[in-house]
């Protein structure tokens, strides 16, 4: 599955409805109910799976992996949009480009 578009800093983001996923020795293992095709993901990333069970901006993802891990803010941001960008284009989160007010 490959989806196009793009994920920013400004994106609004959430773990997409056809997922199950569980905990196991610190990592998430995720089942796609649409394709039935499991995914895994390291205690980082599952960090992360945790945050998006509610819809948040890259932006808070970011700030919450900041305050919890020590790493440099151009890397983490890299990194965690390469993630998001992943996990979107495999259809397991849903991205909104967050609405200008």
Do not use: F, H
């Amino acid at each position: 599955m490959s989806l196009d578009y793009t994920v920013s800093k400004s994106s609004i983001v959430v773990v997409a409805k056809e997922q199950v996923s569980s905990e196991l020795n610190g990592e998430a293992v995720i089942l796609d109910m649409k394709s039935g095709t499991y995914y895994g993901l390291n205690s980082i990333g599952a960090s992360i799976w945790n945050l998006l069970q509610q819809p948040k901006s890259v932006a808070e993802i970011r700030d919450a992996l900041l305050t919890e891990y020590e790493v440099e803010p151009q890397r983490c941001d890299r990194e965690l949009l390469a993630l998001l960008q992943d996990l979107g284009a495999k259809g397991l989160i849903e991205v909104k480009d967050e609405a200008v007010a």
